[in-house]
């Protein structure tokens, strides 16, 4: 099945630096999504991206779209504490009914005050 | 609105024992979902449901089935639960026409022992 590949499993930083995470898959998807989980809650959407190349802000989150249709890399600038969660990357191949979104693994961010 | 909710929060089974989750969602969502998160794993979606009345398997469904007799609600049965059923269990749902969008619940813990 299709494989969305996120690395490192966890990422350490200190509050006010920037990071950046990545997202690839050998498979081409038409809408790439980025999601946050905090501790012991479900995931939350944080941008959605549907057109290659397209770059879009939600506050100090950029992501983007890989022209390649087969990555997308979402930035956090100046981190803050309640940056900490895991950070989730999910595509979806086609609309409709059956294209299901794919989830990354996930990388959990630490912010070190 | 309480969005998505899912009960119980957190539950222990002996191997064998059988139980049902419960997710019920007040936004009048045409689609829901079974997820579950084990470490390390991400996020695999177990099965979904594009409407009242129906189901479908999604990528792990061995060892569960579900039922959608109402709109707003989605249940998750385990039948005969195994230690390979530990995890962390969380429902979504989304509107077709936005099915990128999932609103996630709280998620329920589940121990089998």
């Known amino acids: 099945g299709q494989q969305l590949n996120q690395s490192p499993q966890s990422m350490f930083i200190q509050e006010g630096e920037d990071v950046s995470m990545n997202c690839t898959s050998s498979?081409?998807?038409?809408?790439w999504l980025w999601y946050k989980q905090d501790p012991g809650e479900g995931p939350v959407l944080l941008i959605a991206?549907?057109?290659?190349?397209e770059l879009t802000s939600n506050g100090r989150l950029t992501a983007q779209f890989g022209i390649t249709r087969k990555d997308s890399f979402l930035n956090i600038s100046a981190s803050i504490p309640s940056d900490v969660g895991i950070y989730f990357c999910?595509?979806?191949?086609?609309?409709?009914?059956?294209?299901?979104?794919?989830f990354g693994k996930g990388i959990t961010l630490s912010v070190r005050p | 609105n309480a969005g998505v909710t899912q009960t119980p929060k957190f539950r222990v089974l002996k191997t064998g024992q059988s139980m049902t989750l419960l997710c019920a969602q007040d936004?009048?969502?045409?689609?829901m979902y079974w997820y579950r998160q084990d470490p390390g794993m991400g996020l695999r979606l177990i099965h979904y449901?594009?409407?009242?009345?129906?189901?479908a398997k999604g990528e792990v469904p061995d060892g569960y089935n579900v039922s959608r007799l109402k709109k707003q609600n989605f249940l998750l049965g385990l039948e005969s639960a195994a230690p390979s059923q530990t995890s962390v269990y969380f429902c979504?749902?989304?509107?077709?026409?936005?099915?990128?969008?999932?609103?996630f619940g709280p998620g329920t813990r589940l121990l089998v022992l």
């Open positions: 449901s594009v409407g009242e009345g129906t189901t």
């Open positions: 991206l549907y057109k290659a190349g």
């Open positions: 979504a749902s989304s509107q077709p026409q936005t099915q990128e969008t999932q609103y």
């Open positions: 999910a595509g979806q191949q086609l609309p409709g009914a059956n294209s299901k979104l794919t």
């Open positions: 498979s081409i998807f038409n809408t």
């Open positions: 936004m009048n969502h045409e689609y």
